[in-house]
């Protein structure tokens, strides 16, 4: 884990990128994350990424606007 990293962690398999936004109060709803995937700077493990249906696994890094930054813990 790189240390700016915010731990989020699952009990399931997998998040998707729209319950991250959602879990952490960025968005209340699924329409507001596909808005807010538009209109900021998302990367997956560095790769460029505006699906809010994006599966996170455990270890995979989310930046948004390269200052909010989550990894995906068990």
Not at 25 to 52: C, M, Q, Y
Not at 66 to 74: M, Q
Request: net charge positive.
């Amino acid at each position: 884990m790189t240390k700016d990293f915010i731990k989020i962690y699952i009990k399931t398999d997998f998040l998707t990128l729209g319950q991250l936004l959602k879990l952490k109060n960025l968005v209340l709803t699924g329409g507001e994350a596909k808005t807010f995937l538009k209109s900021h700077k998302i990367e997956v493990n560095k790769i460029p990424d505006d699906r809010r249906g994006k599966k996170l696994y455990v270890g995979d890094q989310v930046v948004i606007d390269s200052r909010l930054k989550f990894e995906i813990a068990k």
